[in-house]
């Protein structure tokens, strides 16, 4: 008896051991493995469903979510509240590694809200129109939509369009194609990021510094977000520099983080 339990005794201290450093025993693998971990950042707070299970909320202070212990797959994750909108990914959980959402976006649904978050659109697409915004200059989205003139040595312009491709001038002796059939395009607010949109309604984002956070791109990287099925009329970067408002066919807030799937909010 004496030696069975000190067997026992060693057997559940490695197991302890096992998990306090971040393994579990899978039994898809037969092995033990070194779990993963989610961190989800939400606008509010909200209800966090894991698989469609219920695992807590978002805390009171940043509106933060993290769970540990998870084995490395793919999970079902949805961010919910009452009158709010809907977030929900196909979240891929690696071995040892940490994976983060950082710029969750969730609005409310109710009419005075949601009155007051049509108007705020309308005076980021259309500030023209709109004399009296209430939005900051320095998030006026600078949209080049016509064709633009090659601009001469002392105007040179970072980006323009002509003859509906989108060009950069960038450290450049001669101009650089980005793209064809551009329609109109959007620098972000600290002018690490530069979207457009063309004339098969897609949506692009060019990353044009090194992201600081997930998911990860480098200087020069280039992405296809969406495709609509109507014409893009107007588009501007909402709320940063993470989600696009388009109006095709009625506002839509588009997210630029194409892991999982992307949230598209329909106004």
Do not use: C
């Not at 040892?96 to 005075?112: A, C, S």
């Amino acid at each position: 008896m004496f030696y069975l339990a000190v067997v026992i005794f060693l057997f559940l201290s490695l197991v302890v051991v096992i998990y306090a450093r971040g393994y579990k025993y899978s039994f898809d693998d037969n092995r033990f493995v070194r779990t993963g971990a989610v961190r989800l950042d939400v606008n509010t707070g909200a209800n966090v469903y894991f698989n469609d299970k219920f695992v807590g909320t978002t805390s009171f202070l940043g509106n933060s979510f993290s769970r540990g212990g998870l084995l490395p797959g793919q999970y079902s994750v949805r961010i919910s509240k009452e009158n709010y909108t809907t977030w929900q990914k196909k979240v891929f959980v690696q071995e040892g590694f940490l994976t983060e959402f950082t710029k969750i976006i969730i609005l409310p649904e109710n009419e005075d809200e949601r009155g007051k978050l049509i108007t705020e659109i309308e005076d980021l697409l259309y500030p023209s129109s709109s004399p009296s915004s209430s939005i900051s200059p320095s998030l006026t989205p600078k949209v080049k939509i016509s064709a633009s003139p090659t601009p001469t040595p002392e105007t040179r312009e970072p980006f323009y369009i002509k003859s509906k491709k989108l060009y950069s001038n960038a450290n450049q002796t001669e101009p650089e194609v980005i793209s064809d059939n551009v329609l109109g395009f959007v620098l972000s607010p600290n002018e690490s990021k530069l979207f457009w949109w063309n004339s098969n309604n897609e949506i692009w984002v060019l990353w044009l510094k090194d992201s600081g956070y997930q998911p990860y791109h480098k200087k020069g990287d280039k992405e296809l977000i969406t495709r609509f099925s109507t014409k893009v009329k107007q588009a501007a970067w909402f709320k940063g520099e993470d989600h696009v408002v388009v109006d095709s066919l009625g506002y839509k807030i588009v997210e630029t983080d194409t892991r999982g799937g992307i949230n598209i909010i329909k106004l």
